[in-house]
């Protein structure tokens, strides 16, 4: 018998309520490579300051490919 394989592709998530976003530093992920971490809160949970949402791991073996360009801001 031949095992089948499910693979996905892409994902694209919608959170309402975002009241944080925090973007973690570049760090060395101890196996030659690089990860980054950002993390989506929302609403705190009572007697909380935040509550996490949602976690993703980002992970390269090339550092620069972890940098984040946001566009520039006009006041």
Known sequence: MTQ??????????????VKDIEVTD???????GWVR?????GSPAIGTNKSLVLEVLLQSAVKAELSITTPEIDF
């Open 4 to 17: 089948s394989i499910i693979l996905q592709v892409s994902q694209k998530l919608s959170i309402t309520g």
């Open 26 to 32: 570049i760090v060395d992920d101890g196996a030659g």
């Open 37 to 41: 971490l950002v993390r989506f809160y």
